[in-house]
């Protein structure tokens, strides 16, 4: 019974290993030079110019932000320093 089973083939189940039994011929290097997906091996050689010019953009965009973030930090820390400065001004009149 047990050998019916394991002759049935199952979908995702690759059954017992046998390196001899479906053994083919090797794949040439050239054949798998325009072949996508799975692991990169090397670099490109050159960078896409419309993603470098996205890069530069959003790089741009996020140091722009960065500085915005900043000033709007100042000018928060200057406020508050004035408040503090009349309310103990207004203190000491008292």
């Known amino acids: 019974?047990?050998?019916?089973?394991?002759?049935?083939e199952r979908p995702g189940f690759a059954g017992p290993r046998s390196t001899t039994e479906h053994c083919g011929a090797p794949i040439e290097l050239a054949a798998l030079a325009f072949v996508?997906?799975?692991?990169q091996?090397?670099?490109?050689?050159?960078?896409d110019p419309v993603l470098a010019q996205g890069i530069q953009a959003l790089a741009q965009a996020v140091q722009g932000m960065g500085q915005n973030l900043a000033q709007a930090k100042t000018d928060g820390s200057q406020q508050t320093m004035q408040m503090?400065?009349?309310m103990m001004q207004a203190k000491a009149g008292h």
């Open 36 to 39: 996508t997906g799975g692991r």
């Open 84 to 86: 503090m400065q009349q």
């Open 1 to 8: 019974m047990r050998d019916a089973i394991s002759s049935i």
């Open 41 to 47: 091996t090397h670099s490109p050689n050159q960078v």
